[in-house]
């Protein structure tokens, strides 16, 4: 740890009697959150410094892709089971990485960790409509009006709310399901309100990002490009989030 104006100073940012009053006027920021007092203390190799949103110092923002097997909880600690850090590899131990959403225990597939607290809350905002896309086993067979109950958003049974989602059925006992929210077991709470109970739950996308080849409890840092392609997901780049659940538009107010 060190003084957030000395951190300044050897970045370059100025010497120490004018990188003060640039941190007390509110112009740098440490995670994203304003820090007015010059001699906070920092870890700048795990927090991201910007002066004016340009990060300084040494912070390199990670986003890891793990393809998650069942058994593991998405967590960063556990007192009982195994949780998705302990799969990372030890050159991605100790990043500061944090799950953005969370798997089921039960749950595989596509789990996204990044050491980037706003693209992190970006993703998992409902208002960004970033689409993330399961494919489930279940009991019965979906039908074009469970598509069509999805679409309108369904109420869960015990009243909650849900936004528009896609559901499509893809044959006796399976379907892919696409939401643009993170509620607690959503997508199988979804699938009972229709009386389909989800026997296997695999996440197999999120924005753009698809789990390509990379094979189970493997995880993979992404390229820039790939990061700014979720970026562009979430609307960061373009201003807007994208109507990304076409066919659902007019119940979205696109
Ligand atoms: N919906 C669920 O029910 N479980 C998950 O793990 C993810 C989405």
Redesign the pocket.
């Known amino acids: 740890m060190e003084r957030l104006d000395k951190f300044l100073c050897d970045s370059g940012a100025g010497t120490r009697s004018q990188v003060k009053p640039l941190v007390k006027a509110g112009r740098v920021t440490v995670d994203g959150a304003v820090v007015k007092d010059p001699a906070a203390k920092v870890c700048p190799e795990n927090q991201r410094i910007c002066l004016e949103g340009q990060p300084l110092g040494g912070w390199r923002r990670l986003v890891v892709m793990l393809n998650k097997p069942a058994g593991y909880v998405t967590a960063t600690r556990d007192d009982q089971d195994p949780t998705v850090m302990d799969l990372l590899p030890p050159a991605l131990k100790g990043l500061d990485l944090k799950p953005v959403g969370?798997?089921?225990k039960a749950?595989e597939g596509l789990l996204l960790l990044t050491n980037d607290g706003d693209l992190l809350h970006s993703l998992i905002s409902p208002k960004k409509q970033v689409p993330k896309v399961?494919y489930a086993r279940h009991e019965g067979t979906a039908t074009e009006e469970d598509a069509a109950a999805f679409r309108q958003g369904l109420v869960l049974r015990d009243g909650t709310v849900c936004l528009p989602a896609r559901l499509e059925p893809l044959g006796p006992g399976e379907s892919q399901i696409t939401v643009c929210e993170?509620k607690y077991?959503?997508?199988?709470?979804m699938m009972a309100a229709r009386g389909m109970r989800?026997t296997y739950?695999e996440?197999r996308q999120e924005g753009s990002l698809a789990l390509g080849d990379l094979l189970r409890g493997e995880a993979r840092c992404l390229c820039v490009e790939e990061i700014r392609s979720l970026e562009e997901d979430t609307g960061k780049l373009s201003g807007s989030a994208p109507p990304i659940l076409a066919g659902c538009e007019q119940t979205l107010g696109y």
Do not use: K, M
């Open positions: 969370r798997l089921d749950t399961y993170g077991h959503q997508v199988r709470r989800v739950l996440r």
